[in-house]
């Protein structure tokens, strides 16, 4: 089982585990699901992205962030909406090396972790 080859999906950042069917195109998959493929990262994802490295910029050595406080500098009134991806920016950040989340101070894994995370840099 857990030699089967992995990448992350570019859209929601979880683990993409090797499966049968893609034997053939295993290197074009990108996304995990029909869902992260008809939502391909956009501005407002990336605007996310950009928005945790910063606040994680002004924070001491090893401060968190909570996902909401980039909600709020991204979306404004709006930032609920923003909630699930910039939980996502935050799985990519921490495919791309950059960062970690974490839960009641613990490194967890972005795939698994379910309720309230943080987000401190890498
Ligand atoms: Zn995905």
Same mark, same amino acid.
């Given at each position: 089982m857990n030699d089967r080859p992995t990448k992350?999906? !570019?859209?929601?950042?979880?683990v993409i585990t090797w499966r049968k069917k893609w034997e053939?195109?295993w290197?074009?998959v990108?996304?995990c ?25 002004? #924070? ?8 909401? !406080? ?13 909630? !699930?991806?910039? #939980? ?23 795939s ?11």
């Amino acid at each position: 089982m857990n030699d089967r080859p992995t990448k992350d999906c !570019e859209r929601c950042g979880r683990v993409i585990t090797w499966r049968k069917k893609w034997e053939r195109n295993w290197d074009a998959v990108r996304f995990c699901s029909d869902r992260c493929r008809r939502h391909r990262p956009g501005p407002a994802d990336l605007q996310l992205e950009a928005a945790i490295l910063g606040l994680l910029a002004r #924070r001491p050595r090893g401060g968190t962030i909570c996902p909401s !406080e980039a909600a709020r500098a991204v979306g404004g009134v709006a930032w609920r909406d923003l909630m !699930e991806p910039a #939980r996502s920016a935050a799985r990519r950040l921490v495919a791309a090396g950059k960062a970690v989340i974490t839960q009641q101070g613990r490194v967890v894994d972005p795939s698994a972790a379910r309720g309230p995370i943080r987000v401190r840099s890498a």
